[in-house]
């Protein structure tokens, strides 16, 4: 997606350790017009999939997730990190670890949102070892519903998370695949694939 | 908000020790139609002031904050929970207590996304005892921008937030007040003043 690579090269920000930060645009300040052209973006490539939910985690995740379903006409499901006391007992949980906060998490979806009638769509900001992803497609596994396919705005394609997800067979598709980046020069090379 | 409230009525599940679960519509599953109902509303009520940033917390915030967005044409800047190492050492931080969740965050906003030019609209889910919602004002006071208004979508209106706010003089407007709500018989009284 050309007008997303543009601002990743223009506000994008290389730091030390493998870190782009996005937080001109994606999360922290939020550029809503941009995140209505990936919901768009995001229509166009799963539309014909007819998802009945969209789902995500918190928090970045939200605001993608509620932008683009309004191009699906469908509700969104976020997946709650660690155990709070307004859920139910009766939820799917799985454990992830997280590469920015370097902790691992309880991720919970309540069982009453997510059946094995759902067609779900998955979006996430960020793709890198996977990990988020992979306790996503857990719960949807626990739920006994379809999962018809990811959509990832930017996805770090020198670590391993994207090639152990298609090589499940899922439909993943992401907006800007980086190829490298440099925290000295501050360059970001993009993939042709995405 | 009439659409609002029959929804609380209809699908709010009240439980003991005044916590109003709205699992169903808002902050865990969302409803985007009635997120867009709600982001019209706070246009119609906030319009006049012109804000140049809404400005809200992770996590449910963010959904309500970016629909928002769409109907003021300005961008979102959500405030973090705890420190993360993808931000930098340059924002500003307070201290809140969650109700939900029994814990006290560090609030951080990055100096970079509020400024002294700007006019801030807060918007969030809900006001209790206003713990979450003082840290904001805390931050949108040190960046020196002028706070133009509060819009929520829930207020709890028998605990002590909403009053501590209107009598600094902020205009504060809530969709939804809650007199009393009853966990035995699952009973939910609206305030006539919202």
Redesign the interface.
Known sequence: MKLLKERIRREGNV?PGN?L?V???L???????L??EIGKEFKRLFGDKKPTKILTI???G??I???T??YF??????A?KAQ????DGDSYTTKIESF???KVYDVI??K??LSRDDRILIVDDFLANGCALLGLIDIVKSAGASLEGIGIVIEKGFQSGGKAIRDMGIDLKSLAIIESMNAETGEVVFSDED
């Open positions: 730091k870190v930060k937080d001109m645009f999360n922290h300040q939020i550029d809503v017009e995140m209505n918190e928090a970045s939200i605001a997730a509620c932008i379903a309004q006409n469908v509700p969104v499901v976020f709650k709070s006391i307004n859920l920015t906060h370097k979806v309540s009453k949102y």
